[in-house]
């Protein structure tokens, strides 16, 4: 989707990528390349401690390495965005946003559950 913030068109994106579908560089490009500036949001099944996760995955390390070399910001809420069925299992953080070269600052609020 695009959308005029700030004057300015920007593409807006929201993401998910199934576990059982690989991260690939191509995909990321299609997604963050043509000139606009990139809002996306949602689930990569990308897993990083920078993003308030529990522990890095390659997947989410995949990510890290793609955003640092595209001049991307990448942003994990504070609070979990899962909530497992099983009582015992942990919560987490799923959920991520990540920009490029938005015409303005990005602040992110604590999601309402």
Not at 54 to 80: H, M, Q, V, W
């Amino acid at each position: 989707m695009q959308a005029i913030l700030s004057g300015r068109p920007v593409k807006i994106l929201a993401a998910y990528l199934s576990s059982s579908r690989p991260l690939i560089g191509g995909d990321l490009t299609a997604c963050f390349d043509g000139g606009l500036p990139v809002l996306m949001a949602g689930d990569l099944n990308a897993k990083h401690m920078d993003w308030n996760y529990r522990l890095n995955t390659i997947r989410g390390k995949l990510l890290r390495d793609y955003a640092d070399d595209n001049s991307c910001l990448i942003f994990g809420p504070e609070t979990p965005t899962i909530y497992p069925y099983n009582s015992c299992a942990s919560l987490d953080v799923l959920g991520i946003v990540m920009v490029k070269d938005l015409p303005f600052l990005v602040h992110f609020l604590r999601a309402l559950h």
